[in-house]
């Protein structure tokens, strides 16, 4: 095995590109452009010179990220927030994300009809759009659901062409949504909600001690065990709900609201999950699909522009705070995790549970929203 495809390489240059990300940030310009962008642009270009593989060549790393590190960094960042902010935030984000979720439909249908995915995807392109549907309205899980009901999974070459569309154009739009609301805010200011001016603010930098860096991860471990437990027994309920509803009841206990440390770890497992999102921007894989690629980039490019277009320029008449749209956004198109990291770069930790219940929302409606797009175009 070469250094380049080591596991411990591999993991010590998706923390080093943490580091660096948030060293960035140190500087103006750095700063406005935020830790999550610099994170996956750094290991996007990574990827690309071949520093470290892509996600889609796949690495025990990155599997591991998925499946553990992602889901436990949205346990741990959820145990700092009051339930309190749901009462001002709440409402207002479910209405952007229902929104945005019938923009991602609308973006759909109009991308259908202009690009004519069929010509090149055949009896396949009602599933792909199935799949753009489900993923653009509650994330990944969605996208896999229904790729693997109707069999697109086992036709390599679209599989692999739709998933890294898919990653490069979500990257850019999750790189848009953390950019907007600061250039909007300037240019057209809008009144915040009220949750953003209260005292509670993100910690940027906290002491942390045994006790509690112990009792942190354990509960954490704790949380994602009987998460797993529960949902085998009960299959029709989503374990990232089960672990999200851990987290909040733990949160609210005066024990576990005195533990140091949650910020800082929570948060750094979610951006080397975004330094990760950042691998999978493969440009050589897309490239060697040729015609493939360019119609999927169409189709998807028009869709998340029209979800973009309708969610922020319906926000906007109605005066809605832009960082709840752009966190309404990103709990569609990136699910639970890009809301949580667009929160967290806002400097808006009220919106950190409206979005990840929104996030889990969305999980539980894409596939079905999906399946009837599939089955309808």
Same mark, same amino acid.
């Given at each position: 095995?070469?250094?380049?495809?080591?596991?411990?390489?591999?993991?010590?240059?998706?923390?080093?590109?943490?580091?660096?990300?948030?060293?960035?940030?140190?500087?103006?310009?750095?700063?406005?452009?935020?830790?999550?962008?610099?994170?996956?642009?750094?290991?996007?270009?990574?990827?690309?010179?071949?520093?470290?593989?892509?996600?889609?060549?796949?690495?025990?790393?990155?599997?591991?990220?998925?499946?553990?590190?992602?889901?436990?960094?949205?346990?741990?960042?959820?145990?700092?927030?009051?339930?309190?902010?749901?009462?001002?935030?709440?409402?207002?984000?479910?209405?952007?994300?229902?929104?945005?979720?019938?923009?991602?439909?609308?973006?759909?249908?109009?991308?259908?009809?202009?690009?004519?995915?069929? !010509?090149?995807?055949?009896?396949?392109?009602?599933?792909?759009?199935?799949?753009?549907?489900?993923?653009?309205?509650?994330?990944?899980?969605?996208?896999?659901?229904?790729?693997?009901?109707?069999?697109?999974?086992?036709?390599?070459?679209?599989?692999?062409?739709?998933?890294?569309?898919?990653?490069?154009?979500?990257?850019?739009?999750?790189?848009?949504?953390?950019?907007?609301?600061?250039?909007?805010?300037?240019?057209?200011?809008?009144?915040?909600?009220?949750? !953003?001016?209260?005292?509670?603010?993100?910690?940027?930098?906290?002491?942390?001690?045994?006790?509690?860096?112990?009792?942190?991860?354990?509960?954490?471990?704790?949380?994602?065990?009987?998460?797993?437990?529960?949902?085998?027994?009960?299959?029709?309920?989503?374990?990232?709900?089960?672990?999200?509803?851990?987290?909040?009841?733990?949160?609210?206990?005066?024990?576990?609201?005195?533990?140091?440390?949650?910020?800082?770890?929570?948060?750094?497992?979610?951006?080397?999950?975004?330094?990760?999102?950042?691998?999978?921007?493969?440009?050589? !894989?897309?490239?060697?699909?040729?015609?493939?690629?360019?119609?999927?980039?169409?189709?998807?490019?028009?869709?998340?522009?029209?979800?973009?277009?309708?969610?922020?320029?319906?926000?906007?008449?109605?005066?809605?705070?832009?960082?709840?749209?752009?966190?309404?956004?990103?709990?569609?198109?990136?699910?639970?995790?890009?809301?949580?990291?667009?929160?967290?770069?806002?400097?808006?930790?009220?919106?950190?549970?409206?979005?990840?219940?929104?996030?889990?929302?969305?999980?539980?409606?894409?596939?079905?929203?999906?399946?009837?797009?599939?089955?309808?175009?």
């Amino acid at each position: 095995m070469s250094l380049l495809q080591d596991p411990i390489f591999i993991a010590a240059v998706l923390c080093l590109t943490v580091f660096v990300g948030n060293w960035l940030t140190r500087f103006g310009w750095g700063k406005t452009v935020g830790t999550p962008i610099w994170v996956i642009l750094l290991c996007a270009a990574f990827s690309n010179l071949g520093i470290i593989p892509s996600a889609m060549d796949g690495s025990p790393v990155y599997d591991g990220v998925f499946v553990y590190l992602a889901p436990f960094g949205i346990f741990i960042a959820l145990l700092e927030v009051d339930l309190k902010s749901l009462k001002n935030a709440g409402l207002p984000l479910l209405l952007m994300f229902l929104l945005g979720s019938a923009a991602t439909v609308i973006g759909v249908l109009v991308a259908w009809l202009v690009v004519s995915p069929a !010509a090149e995807l055949v009896d396949l392109a009602p599933a792909v759009a199935g799949m753009y549907t489900g993923t653009y309205i509650g994330g990944s899980i969605n996208f896999n659901a229904i790729a693997l009901h109707y069999g697109v999974n086992e036709n390599g070459n679209l599989f692999a062409a739709t998933t890294v569309v898919d990653s490069v154009v979500g990257t850019v739009w999750i790189i848009a949504t953390l950019l907007l609301p600061k250039f909007l805010q300037r240019r057209f200011p809008r009144k915040k909600l009220a949750s !953003a001016k209260s005292k509670e603010k993100l910690v940027t930098e906290e002491t942390v001690s045994i006790s509690s860096l112990g009792m942190i991860l354990a509960l954490g471990l704790f949380g994602m065990a009987l998460s797993k437990v529960f949902a085998a027994y009960f299959p029709q309920v989503p374990e990232i709900l089960v672990l999200t509803t851990l987290a909040l009841v733990l949160a609210q206990v005066p024990a576990v609201k005195a533990l140091r440390g949650k910020h800082t770890l929570g948060f750094f497992f979610i951006l080397v999950f975004l330094a990760v999102i950042g691998t999978l921007c493969d440009l050589g !894989a897309l490239a060697s699909t040729g015609s493939l690629a360019l119609t999927l980039f169409l189709f998807v490019g028009l869709l998340v522009l029209i979800h973009g277009a309708v969610i922020f320029g319906v926000g906007a008449l109605v005066r809605i705070d832009w960082d709840v749209i752009a966190v309404a956004s990103q709990a569609n198109v990136g699910g639970n995790t890009t809301a949580i990291a667009a929160a967290e770069s806002l400097d808006r930790p009220d919106l950190l549970i409206p979005g990840v219940l929104v996030g889990s929302l969305g999980n539980a409606l894409g596939t079905y929203v999906g399946f009837a797009v599939a089955g309808m175009i």
